[in-house]
């Protein structure tokens, strides 16, 4: 499904000053298939923005426009709950929404809610082929109580509990906040996973930036509610000066390549690890040749 | 969920904000006592009331209409009363009788007499929030409830439940919202099927919010252990509450109104002929 915002606006409350606008004009395009970043500082506004995408923050009269594939989310007769399974979100923290007394149900509580009828047996082949997505063994953990996890465990299970109806685009709020830097690999490694299976479109929040420069095919800078910059990590993170002026980090990479610059040496890459060590050792190679 | 006027604080810089916490409350207790003065049907009492509390608006700064707005809360109260009595007053002279339903001069009268009431009340508690932050209600109590310690009453360890009751509110309303999102976000539907099946809907909501309350509850406790918090015993205050020529002033005018009211109990035929 292709994502298309357009001057997208909106206040919380009844504020209409122009001042408490937590989204300003926001125009945006997310094609199908892509790895999407969204980076701001917080209070930039990007909870607010994925909000919209499934209908939980709903569009105000004359505030822009969103359409998500066949879905036009500003028509009254728009079917959220469709457009919901098809569009999965994961809150930040996401453990703090498990509720049920097994694994087992927590996970199930989407099937359920999506595709009422839904037979039991299928049930338990989508739950167990999500619980094992997420990396865990299905038969030890379906039937303990999602509290008595760890805690990473428990992010899992959440996920586990959204992608369980294989939602073809997948929105994650700030997944990896608190985990460590084991955990967040492993976190990569599945998002990596579920964009060659059934998810089609990924759009990842993130404070991170070598996240973002690593894996994301391109990339939207929120500042005050409004995009400032979009595009490839790399055409982003080129441009230090004005990333600076909303407040944000560059990925170590690009560091590590603004300072072998001047040291005089021009290491053109990508900011991906993979690319700087290419691009180092090409140059490392063509000074021996010189 | 946000439009919870009543007992938002409105920061400002005022006399009434001003004023010591302590009077501000016992001062909202008088105010209430005198709308429960005035008696039945002297409408004239209300009046001065409403007056009032429109003063107090005016040296408070806070907009009228925000105060106003606090009956909303409780407009569904306000007009259910006001039903039960239109309806069902048997009393007085009839004026439309329909099946087994009367409505009577008496009963239009009372539920006016009640709407006036209770708006009223709720008017004048709802400015004492507006104007004091909820720390400060929460020191003007334990101060107020000081004489109760001699019958060994944990004055402070109440004031603090109740100041961390406050702080909390609007965390734990945010919490709601967010969950109430995820769940959504699942599928959940919170909108339709009848009251049961809406009540069941509200499990996946109160479950994580509860063991997220005691999770905070937990770290709260921690982190005051922590910074070895020990209750009451030798502790000081980080601002003083002081009595200054404002809380005079104030205890003069609701003494006023008071007066006004009684007046105007007893000689309501001198005005109303
Ligand atoms: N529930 C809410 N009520 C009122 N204001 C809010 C609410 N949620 C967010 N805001 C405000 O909207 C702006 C954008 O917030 P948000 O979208 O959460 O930013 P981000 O996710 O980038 O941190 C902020 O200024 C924030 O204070
Ligand atoms: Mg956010």
Redesign the interface.
Known sequence: MRIETEKLSYA??ESKALMNLALKDVTLTVEEGEFFGIIGQTGSGKTTFV?HL?G?IKLKKNSGSIKIGEFDLGEKKCDF?KL??RL??V?QY?E?????ETVFEDVA??V???MPETSPEQVEVMVKDALETVGLNYLKVKDKSP?ELSGGQKRRVAIA??IV?KPEVLVLDEPVAGLDPQGKREFIALLHKLHKSFVKTIILVSHDMDLVAENCTRAAVFSHGQIVAVGTPKEIFSNAESLEQTGLDLPLTAYLTNMLKQAGITAENDYTVDGLIKAIVSEINCGGER | MKDVTFGQYFPAKSFVHNMDARVKILAVIAYIVAVFLVKAFHFLGFLACFLFVIIATIFSRVPFLKVLRSIKGILFFIILSAILQIFFNADGKILLEWKFIKITDKGLLNAGFIVARISLIVLGASLLTLTTSPVEIADGIESLMYPLKWIKFPVHEFALIMSIALRFIPTLLDETDRIIKAQKARGADFESGNLFKRAKALIPVLIPLLISSFRRADELADAMDARCYSGSKNRTKYKKMRLTWRDAVATVFIAGLIVGVVFLNKFYWLLVV
């Not at chain 1, 703090?96 to 049920?100: G, I, K, P, S």
């Open positions: 919380y409350g909000q499934n939980l709950k919901r399974a999965g979100m809150f996401p703090y929404q498990l509720f049920a509580f989407g359920k809610n999506f509290f509990g959204v109806t």
